[in-house]
């Protein structure tokens, strides 16, 4: 089993672009998540899906889109790459509410 | 306030040595507690789920006091591969909320 992967896992972006950070999980996890992880700010949660077909709004997710059209992907879109969204992304699945989340490697992304 | 709060440190301990971490939360409703390990630029693993009687795993003990909200990971006979940052995590409907952790050295 691979886990939670992420693609791609570096990236630099000029402020403008768009790009989409794809994460792909092989233990049937029902719950997916994104993160962005900022120096002293801790893990963030930007959007979540429950299910497939199913997303929802976490804690920072303006300038941000996501997709589920399989259970086992969970997209991240940037349609307008801003400075701000320099981070690294983190995506999370768990089996269920409020249970253990595995992680995936992360994505480092620069915005110029 | 942030809803979960940690020293963020760093912890500078010898080899051998036992150390606590402590984290305060301030939403009575979560249901789930978690200490996630998180080694420099790699992604956070979980160490240990945090129930109300208290848990141990080997060198580890995790605590849960909910009356006072905070939990707590004790580690024994400290190694040097246990350098990294802790983050406490508490859970509630579909929602996690992550620490920024504390940083733990263990020196030689």
């Known amino acids: 089993n691979a886990g939670v992967t992420q693609t791609p896992k570096f990236r630099v972006l000029k402020t403008g672009q768009s790009m989409t950070l794809l994460c792909a999980q092989d233990m049937n996890h029902e719950y997916m998540y994104w993160y962005r992880q900022d120096p002293g700010m801790g893990l963030r949660l930007i959007h979540y899906s429950v299910g497939e077909g199913t997303t929802a709004k976490g804690e920072v997710p303006d300038g941000y889109n996501v997709s589920r059209l399989k259970k086992q992907n969970f997209l991240l879109g940037l349609e307008s790459a801003a400075p701000s969204q320099t981070s690294v992304y983190f995506c999370?699945?768990?089996?269920?509410?409020?249970?253990?989340?595995?992680f995936g490697p992360g994505t480092r992304l620069t915005v110029l | 306030r942030k809803e979960v709060e940690q020293d963020p440190g760093p912890f500078n301990v010898p080899e051998g040595a036992t150390v606590a971490f402590n984290c305060t939360y301030s939403?009575?409703?979560?249901?789930?507690f978690f200490w996630y390990r998180q080694d420099c630029r790699k992604e956070p693993k979980l160490l240990m789920s945090?129930?109300?009687s208290g848990n141990e795993d080997g060198r580890f003990t995790a605590q849960l006091n909910r009356a006072s909200q905070y939990i707590s990971l004790l580690i024994r006979d400290s190694k040097l591969s246990d350098s990294a940052t802790y983050l406490c995590?508490?859970?509630?409907?579909?929602?996690?909320?992550f620490g920024t952790g504390t940083r733990l050295k263990v020196l030689a």
């Open positions: 939403n009575s409703a979560s249901q789930s």
């Open positions: 999370a699945s768990s089996s269920g509410q409020n249970n253990e989340q595995f």
């Open positions: 945090v129930y109300s």
């Open positions: 995590v508490g859970s509630g409907t579909y929602k996690y909320i």
